[in-house]
């Protein structure tokens, strides 16, 4: 019977990881599409402002408001849920333990350009005429 505890232990563990994926999944797609929407939001009150001021006024008080607290509550959403992402991500790379000894994580952004103005400017190759 001891390989067949094992046998159930794994796919408890392995039931437990494909459920956890599926959340992240999820948490991930929710983050998107709020972040979408805030986008959508941004642009709207943009748009608003461009075409008021286009007309010689500018926009009213009322739709300002609107637009503004639209584009607020979509960032508040899509914070919120980019940071429970960054809560699932660091427990599964820290095997689900706190992150209170968890060095933090890498960035992947390049590092920022020369501030001597140089950037994107190689010089050419140094040496003979080949």
Known sequence: MAIWDKVKSELDQAGKVAR???DEGRVRL????ARQQADKAAQALGYSVYR?????SDLDA?????????????EKEATLLEAQLASISDKRRTGGASSTGAP?????????PPSDGTAGWNPPPSGGTG
């Open 20 to 22: 956890d994926a599926i």
């Open 30 to 33: 929710d983050a998107f599409r």
């Open 52 to 56: 008021a001021r286009a007309g010689g």
């Open 62 to 74: 009322d739709s300002y408001t609107r637009l503004s607290a639209a584009l607020a509550s979509h």
């Open 104 to 112: 933090p994580p890498r960035s992947s952004a390049p590092p920022p």
